[in-house]
């Protein structure tokens, strides 16, 4: 059993978790990934680790409570706990080397895998620019968390309710022609947001990086729910992934893929179990 010991409402939709799981957080590193079951009847759901403690053994963990598990694991409160937390599984990122000056970019819920990726390289001594991207004031979330860890923020709203408007791509394409030299740039959030933020980048040979968030059943590449096509070639994003050269990735094969069960998914809250007569 893993106990929850904080638990944050980020805003109406988005919970902040933490979990006492040391031999997780012992080993793990940004980029990387946890599966969640809430009990042992529960389906298994992937979290990617949006930070840790190794020195008190905790795991942090960002979601939007949009499914039946993730409603589930909401509903918790600190002081209890979850049956099962595997991890760290994935790839953690990889940093080449020399690195000077990154552009992370986060969109929405993303923004929760953005925070340790400008962390790490801000602890590397990287200057960081980091741009958040909401669609409006209300549903901004970790911003003085990610204004701590990073040279410069950069707040977007579609709608203008709170920084400046438009999308992110606005802003990386408006200091990318003022001149900034980035030495990388990484891009996490909704995967059309990830595409656009690549074609942006593709014109100037800035290597991007993406995390991708494909249909993940056991996180060990047993499965086959997670391929993606990068450079002509399958992977698997939770063992050869979930980090990938965006400017490979097949980005609207993915997107197919991702809505595959989006009907099925709309039914997971009145589903009932046949096996056990009851919601499953």
Same mark, same amino acid.
């Given at each position: ?33 946890? *599966? ?5 009847? %529960? ?23 949009? %499914? ?54 801000? %602890? ?15 549903? /901004? ?26 999308? #992110? ?21 909704? #995967? ?13 040979? *800035? !290597?991007?990086? /993406? ?5 993940? #059943? ?30 490979? #990735? ?20 009145? !589903? ?9």
């Amino acid at each position: 059993m893993y106990k929850i010991v904080e638990k944050r409402e980020l805003n109406e939709n988005v919970t902040l978790m933490s979990f006492q799981a040391p031999y997780i957080a012992r080993k793990a590193e940004a980029g990387q990934f946890i *599966i969640f079951r809430v009990d042992d009847r %529960g389906e298994r759901i992937p979290l990617t680790i949006a930070d840790y403690d190794r020195d008190r053994g905790t795991v942090t963990v960002i979601f939007q409570k949009v %499914g039946a598990s993730t409603k589930r694991l909401g509903m918790l409160e600190e002081g209890d706990s979850i049956s099962d937390l595997a991890g760290p599984l994935g790839v953690a990122t990889h940093y080449e080397d020399g690195l000077k000056k990154v552009a992370v970019i986060g969109g929405g819920v993303g923004c929760a895998i953005a925070y340790p990726q400008a962390k790490k390289l801000h %602890g590397m001594g990287v200057s960081v620019d980091l741009i958040a991207g909401f669609r409006n004031k209300d549903i /901004v979330i970790l911003e003085d968390e990610m204004r701590a860890i990073s040279d410069r923020l950069f707040m977007m709203t579609d709608d203008g309710s709170y920084g400046d408007k438009g999308f #992110v791509t606005v802003k990386l394409k408006e200091l990318i022609e003022g001149g900034e030299r980035y030495d990388a740039v990484i891009a996490i959030g909704p #995967v059309i947001m990830m595409k656009m933020v690549c074609e942006v980048t593709r014109p100037y040979g *800035i !290597h991007t990086l /993406v995390s991708l968030n494909p249909i993940m #059943v056991d996180g060990t590449g047993m499965c086959g729910g997670c391929r993606v096509t990068v450079d002509g070639k399958i992977k698997f994003a939770c063992v050869d992934g979930p980090d990938f050269d965006g400017h490979l #990735v097949d980005f609207d094969e993915l997107m197919r893929r991702n809505n595959i069960y989006k009907d099925k998914e709309k039914e997971a809250d009145s !589903h009932v179990c046949r096996l056990f007569g009851g919601k499953a």
